[in-house]
């Protein structure tokens, strides 16, 4: 039986602001190298980034009736995720819902299926990750779910799990890890800094992370061009 | 044997007019959702709309000698509409043929290859939708037809029909009913402003489409978090 | 063995300088139209075009570590040339790297895998070509060599090969025929200035390069749209 | 206004008997190698070899509805040919729809889409060729025509049309066009015997098509391996 | 932290023989079309079908070492889910692993990567449903679950859920909701008994299913050829 | 300027005979995993095994003239290896070709494009291995090189060159490495031979290669079914 689940629990305000300055490379390395959507999944327009708490919705191949059920769930600060049961193109979504989205406080919308009128939505400036652009029109005939746990672009994501996304694509954050994974990811762009400024400074990774003697027990032989290799 | 047909029938100046206005996406609706090329054909820059009649060209793969005879068909206002007759990436088109629609007024092309010179096309703001971006150099060795109907990207073109390209991608109206899709998409569009208006104070498309009864009667139920779902 | 070649030949600068005028599709046309790379190949950012030598690093499917290793080796003027020994969209390189790179003057890298930072790296004005964009990191285990001849998107690049990209692509120039290309590609760009102006004054292409004959030669018949075709 | 085109002209029955010994790549190349479906659409098992007349059937993505009716249109000897108006992997076709096809002398199926019960449609020996494979279910919703012309894997295809499918893929001769064709194709078929005798003796294309004049006049040199190249 | 879920919970033995008879397309309409794998999954001989339990495993792209360990989870009558964290078509199963499980009484492997040795598996009959095939080794360095929840080709798959496979690919059945599905899709094969006789004997689905009226009601008009349509 | 390079050097018959019972896997296994074609080369039927020789010739899009000039290179014992200079699906070669190279003892063709006629080459029973089926035909207009080296399917391959290949895919071993590779692929596979029969008993590769403290050093924990994971 299709079901909406309402007042999802949230993460704290101030766990997915602190997302907000940190991109999706840095919190995927900060949480083991998980949680990342396929590649196919890209923005619309870029420069772009946002973090909020996922609003999860399920719909059938060509029918976009459950993303008009499930923006009424969404809360400002919001990402909805919406994934087809099975792969599709069309365009479910344009600058209609996303005026009704916008209008809500919701940051993002990411898809793996079609959206369209990217022209307007850019002029917007409302952010979306789908995985391709097409105006094909869907109809509102199939029930399904609203804030269940779903499959999208290859990853489970459930209600309220925390949504990170910017121009290198839509990461995944398991609410129960957030507040971890937010310390972790916060503790790795700081030393990134410090890496940054040495390397600005010509220092070289293989010296920076000692990796010359490791590289040398592995075989790896220096020869000048033009010897007997 | 290969033919080029002249003289083609165009569309009175003040129908093709009143396309340039209108989206992909709200024509595509207005005409019952049919006419679309596939979502593989993407504009080389981004943002652009353009409104125009097709004058059609078939070429083989690796061959773009038709483009050549088909340039002399144009006029102003006219789109060039280019299939091969099967799956090829090359680089079809370049600057030099683009300064050549442009000196007799074309609005654009759609071809369903690959293109190159993107970095001077997008300088000279030339529209081009095409299925790849590659440099691979073509012949000219081998005769087609020029304003036939063709099919491309999954789509039948015949010479004269309407074709609408923006930002979603390309649209194709049959000529014999783009005078009545063009007073339906009119309709929509003025429709679509004042729902907008609706959406941008806060209300819903459940409401504004009354959708509750309906979404109810299929079985949809609401559930609080945390009850047993 | 794993082997890395150290101080590899390079073209002189006023050669490679040259070519940074020049396009991808004016260069593949003036060398016979061999050596591109495959239009999977795009650039992170647009509008981008560089000219330099190639330093060449063989990696495993989701292993970055020889990347660390030839950096070392790349000299300013120098692209890095990146191949996996099969497909993989991993995140290969990042804003670091980068970073790296841009110290020691290296011009750009062209991977046939994914990348990852490209907001950073498009702020940074750090030119790459990739087959993929994604956040997945990779791990450092496996010793591969640089600067050996690889197979890069279905070309093969061997170390100081010369390597031009623009919003096109990727072509790779032979070391040894870069002279002798150069020249050709200088002339025929100063050709094409004389046709550009040609065409915008309006005339054809079928009278430029004198077609009709040839077309009327093939069987090419002309008709009126309406007559029996 | 959707329509069911009734009673379409079929060839003569001595003409479509004639094609069931013909190869599809024998029929392409006797009508001037056109009318090819794209590489996609492939044979469920092998080996199999049919020829009928087309009756087409447009369908919506996810929606089956219409071959229910088309059903009802088909004759013994005919072959059914149905296109998506968008691409859709679903199972439009299966065991059941096979069995009434079967019961009126349809002689196979042609889908740019999916079908399922594959195994079943082996034993039953229903030859089906289709771009995808997937036991996804589909509804009945949506009207559309049958019998008119429609677009099938990159190529227009009117009810009529002759249908030539062997393990290589789809090939369609246009109704006015078979009797010529037929009669090339057979003339090709004779000639094929002669050259396959003289292949299996040992005698190059080379010589058999006096190519070598040709090659030495394209500039194609021979040398001995190891000889400067 | 990585973990093997032991002695997990299996349906009873003639629930999952109950399945052994019922084809994918079967019980998947009679669960509500849902649980399907994606089209990607092809199985490397045919016929072939299975029916077990499942038992999940992880692995990372390129590394199958978590195969090994889930090879002693698996008892007789079950089946081996893989899924890697990502896309990767690397050769993560053979013969001597396809010997192990055989040993144990494991009915089949479903791993959305790649397989190979599949002339041997197809020699020993054991059944394997693919996205690649590929003869590329894998490494034995990373850790990660056996018997959790996984995505496998897009579907959630959780270890004791009922795995059904045959010649259209791979579906999943929530463990809980196995008996009644065993009972719907038994009603449904008995009910397609009479369906298939009635076809046979060359009745017409439109009849069957008394769709005729609703398709007048769609506005559905029959015309004949020739006629103006 | 194109060159057809005659007499090259080919493996001693013992050696290439040795490679006749060897699988794909475990040849590549035993050259350190290096030498694969990509997953997209797939054999026309199955199952099948050769080894031989390789002549190479590289071909333009659509074009299979450099095919018949290769063939008056092969002899008995050889596999043509034939790669285009950019992707193409067309059908370069069917069963007049496979004709003459049959007669002259070649063992089987590997081509990174299309074949046609593949159920007359499956009665022939001459083994082909390509990444495409397709009908369409292709010109004899351009000239190119035989006998030099060429980038198949992502591999760089060179006359003389050994090619296995087998259900699984297609590998190339340096004519050089190649009496070394043969004998460790030798041992490796007589060493499988023990391994098989200890698995089929009923023993884990887990205490066969003793991998249980190493999980356990990497942190893999067990934990029943139900308890707190």
């Known amino acids: 039986m299709p079901v909406v689940v309402t007042n999802i629990e949230r993460l704290p305000r101030d766990i997915v602001a602190g997302f907000a300055d940190l991109g999706v490379a840095t919190v ?4 083991g190298r998980k ?6 999944m890209r923005p619309i327009y870029r420069p772009v980034h946002i973090a909020g708490s996922a ?3 399920q719909v059938t191949p060509g029918d976009n009736w459950m993303i008009h059920v499930a923006i009424e769930q969404c809360r400002a ?3 909805l995720v919406v994934a087809p049961t099975e792969p599709c193109t069309d365009g479910f979504f344009g600058d209609l819902l996303a005026t009704s989205l916008m209008a809500h406080g919701v940051r993002g919308l990411v898809i793996d299926a079609g959206v369209r009128d990217i022209g307007t939505l850019t002029d917007m400036q409302f952010p979306v990750w789908s995985s391709a652009v097409h105006a094909q029109g869907t109809v509102k005939e199939t029930v399904g779910d609203v804030n269940t746990t779903i499959v999208c672009a290859g990853q489970a994501v459930s209600p309220g799990d925390l949504v990170v996304a910017d121009d290198d694509g839509v990461l995944i954050v398991r609410k129960e890890e957030a507040a971890d994974v937010l310390a972790s990811a916060q503790a790795r762009e700081a030393n990134e800094v410090e890496k940054r400024a040495r390397l600005e400074a010509g220092e070289l990774t293989l010296d920076i992370y000692g990796m010359r003697d490791r590289l040398e027990a592995k075989g790896l032989r220096y020869v000048e061009a033009g010897e007997d290799e």
Chains 1, 2, 3, 4, 5, 6 share one sequence.
């Open 55 to 57: 609003v999860t919705c």
């Open 77 to 79: 600060g919001d990402v």
């Open 28 to 31: 995927h390395e900060a949480q």
């Open 35 to 40: 949680g990342l959507l396929g590649p196919a």
